[in-house]
């Protein structure tokens, strides 16, 4: 045989055309989407511009919004090729064209792995005919008038701090009757309990009881008295909610492939705390769906009821924002008594600004600067969704920056990327309230420009006809809470027991380990 013949034999062996098989279309495909894709013009890291795995990791690993972040800072640039067919945008011009303009642009594949029990819900809806439906309906009960007569003396907001307050001190006191390292509070665990009761208690009239450990009923509030030693265990609810934070880690799979996987991990690793839990949000929020009354009533289980949205799903709409309200303001809350607590100037001056409008329970919080100021900087550093809000671009594209994204492309602005851009927000990992006031870092004037792009990028609720319909109720709990926190005194002595809050950046964010401790000194 000939050396022209064994290396044709050769090469047309079977291991070689397997081999050629294989390796020459993923050639051509690495090939593609390197030089010849719609989205080749624009800058990324080499793997991500290949394939969706590098973007799939870091959303999994929980660390996607500090790469992207880095990444944006590495490449100089305002838009990020993250994935073959997905960008990042840290422009806040973006917002506009995006979000805003026309009802904004569709939303991705990916909200579908936001499904509640099967069903759709207004937080999740790709379709803005159904979401219109069902927000309108319940868009009254977050006036701004309704809210803020919820934060009066006699409100339900007002009623759910007040035993909070009661059960901090509680915790508080017991805390410090144990041994200095033991000595500890878990003040997420807190706001978790403040806000699953003012969320239920003002949308359901009825509160699913968290603040007070009792059995979940619908029977009325009982005074509160607290057995901190036996009442301090994980709320009800929390495995419920957390599971649901925890499901963003595979949020950016394909619909079909996450359903699939977490049927599977359901079946390995069956968790049977997870399912308890499950079962008593359904049964609080079917018993209120079954006792409304659409006639008469006017909760948000009633006001769906009467739009015409059916039993099943009410049922399942009232879960879903039970989740939202309760996690996303949690976070935010806890954010800022950290801060408060790594910063003792801060709350002192606080402190100082809440005596000159003295207890009087009819101020308007809101109207009170410095506060104000606090509660935007927690905003700012407490995103609740601190990653891509998804948007998928229209059939004529968007430019931005002088630059040209092509239609069907997956675009999206972080709030993590924007809230930490330091050539609008100076030292973006500080807390500095001050920022928000018309003094700059030294008293002067702060540019108007600058003014307007902090308060263009600051998006902790989202922007557009599709924020969160809940935004008035949410900021003015946060006034309110803050307020009272400060004014109690509790916070005295404390400290952190980290120097940082550790998030763990899903599409709903986590805290690592999912609580945050303070202690006080002896």
């Given at each position: ?477 946060l006034f309110v809470a803050t307020k009272a926190i400060v004014e109690s005194g509790v916070l ?31």
């Open positions: 045989m000939t050396y022209i013949q064994a290396a044709f034999s050769a090469f047309f062996s079977p291991s070689v055309s397997i081999t050629l098989c294989t390796c020459v279309p993923f050639a051509i495909i690495v090939f593609y989407r390197l030089f010849l894709h719609s989205l080749s013009h624009i800058p990324g890291p080499l793997l991500a511009r290949i394939s969706s795995l590098p973007l799939y990791t870091i959303c999994f690993l929980g660390i996607e919004c500090r790469v992207l972040e880095f990444y944006h800072r590495r490449y100089k640039v305002p838009v990020l090729r993250i994935a073959p067919n997905a960008v990042s945008i840290s422009d806040g011009a973006a917002l506009h064209p995006i979000y805003v303009a026309g009802g904004g642009y569709p939303k991705t594949a990916r909200y579908e792995n936001f499904k509640v029990g099967g069903h759709d819900t207004i937080f999740s809806s790709r379709d803005p005919a159904y979401r219109d439906v069902r927000a309108k309906a319940v868009a009254p009960l977050f006036a701004m008038s309704r809210v803020r007569a919820a934060g009066l003396e006699a409100g339900i907001i007002r009623q759910c701090i007040r035993t909070f307050m009661q059960r901090f001190e509680c915790e508080k006191a017991s805390a410090k009757k144990r041994a200095p390292e033991a000595a500890k509070v878990d003040v997420l665990g807190l706001t978790y309990r403040l806000m699953m009761d003012s969320v239920t208690g003002y949308l359901f009239g009825h509160t699913y009881g968290a603040l007070e450990e009792r059995p979940v009923s619908l029977a009325p509030a009982k005074a509160a008295s607290f057995n901190v030693e036996s009442g301090s265990s994980k709320m009800s609810a929390l495995p419920f909610i957390f599971a649901i934070v925890e499901a963003g880690r595979f949020s950016l799979l394909p619909n079909w492939l996450f359903s699939t996987l977490s049927s599977i991990v359901d079946w390995l690793f069956p968790n049977e705390e997870f399912h308890h839990s499950l079962e008593c949000v359904r049964a609080f929020a079917m018993r209120l769906t079954e006792e409304a009354d659409p006639k008469i009533d006017d909760t948000y289980q009633a006001r769906l009821l009467a739009a015409g949205v059916a039993k099943p799903e009410t049922i399942v709409q009232c879960m879903a924002v039970m989740f939202a309200g309760t996690d996303s303001t949690a976070v935010k809350l806890v954010t800022i008594i950290f801060h408060l607590v790594r910063n003792p100037n801060i709350h002192e001056r606080l402190k100082k600004e809440l005596g000159h409008f003295g207890k009087d329970p009819a101020t308007d919080p809101q109207t009170i600067a410095y506060l104000r100021a606090v509660v935007k900087e927690g905003l700012r550093l407490g995103m609740a969704n601190p990653g891509r809000f998804s948007r998928t671009t229209p059939p004529g594209g968007l430019e931005i920056g002088g630059v040209h994204i092509p239609g069907g492309t997956d675009v999206g602005l972080a709030p993590y990327t924007l809230h930490h851009n330091a050539e609008v927000f100076a030292e973006p990992f500080m807390f500095r309230p001050e920022r928000w006031l018309d003094e700059g870092k030294e008293g002067t004037c702060r540019p108007e420009r600058l003014r307007r792009e902090m308060e263009r990028d600051l998006i902790p609720f989202n922007v557009g006809l599709r924020a969160c319909i809940a935004r008035n109720f949410a900021v003015h709990k005295e002595g404390a400290r952190t027991c980290t120097n940082t809050i550790e998030l763990q950046e899903f599409f709903n964010v986590g805290i690592k380990d999912h609580k945050l401790e303070i202690i006080w000194s002896s």
